[in-house]
């Protein structure tokens, strides 16, 4: 009985390693200068994001998370999910949004079609289609409003807990594109990648400023 098990416990191993020959993820390389005006408690900046297909696909379109916009209005995800839970109170809350928004893929204008359902979504339509194995390089400027401090991001007076605060692409696996909205529960599914980030703060009252550079894989 126990040569029987090891011998399916071998088959097992091996047939797993012949799935993994197959495993692919996309790679998504960010070069991101941001500076926080902490009188306003806003954020502006751009991002270049190198997009590697390492799937066996074409792609003639990207979804992107525009995760700011889930605190912009009480018909959001985040916002219904907090109504059903009664777990925060946000009605005098600071709005939250990204706006500001210009597109460009290696180099050339492009355009950015609304998701009909989640104003934290959007698609980018891709001048030309993205082979497997090729590279493309995304550009925008962007400018967000930070909301008032209810859910993982946001300021509460001068201080600021800042996460998923600008445009980047949704994970697109063998399962297809994962576009979900920003909620309050639950972690964040993404591309591996390297960011290299220039972080400027400023206060337009007391006129400092300070500049941070930091890179993460």
């Not at 995800?77 to 939250?96: E, P």
């Not at 001048?127 to 993982?152: E, N």
């Amino acid at each position: 009985m126990w040569k029987c098990l090891c011998l399916i416990l071998i088959c097992y191993g091996l047939d797993g390693f012949t799935q993994n020959d197959n495993y692919w993820q996309q790679e998504t390389n960010y070069n991101i200068r941001v500076w926080l005006d902490d009188h306003n408690n806003t954020l502006k900046g751009t991002v270049d994001i190198e997009y590697v297909n390492h799937s066996p696909d074409t792609l003639s379109f990207i979804w992107f998370h525009l995760w700011p916009n889930a605190y912009k209005n009480e018909s959001t995800a985040l916002a219904k999910q907090l109504k059903a839970t009664g777990r925060k109170k946000v009605r005098n809350a600071d709005r939250g949004f990204i706006d500001s928004l210009s597109f460009t893929v290696d180099k050339q204008a492009a355009i950015i079609i609304a998701d009909s359902s989640h104003i934290d979504i959007t698609k980018l339509q891709l001048p030309s289609p993205l082979f497997p194995g090729d590279t493309i390089r995304i550009h925008t400027p962007f400018f967000v409003k930070l909301p008032s401090y209810y859910s993982r991001s946001g300021h509460y007076v001068q201080q600021y807990m800042i996460c998923q605060w600008h445009p980047k692409p949704a994970v697109y696996d063998r399962k297809g594109w994962h576009a979900m909205p920003y909620l309050d529960q639950g972690e964040f599914y993404t591309h591996i990648g390297n960011i290299r980030s220039f972080s400027h703060y400023r206060n337009p009252i007391r006129r400092n400023m300070f500049h941070l550079t930091f890179d993460k894989t």
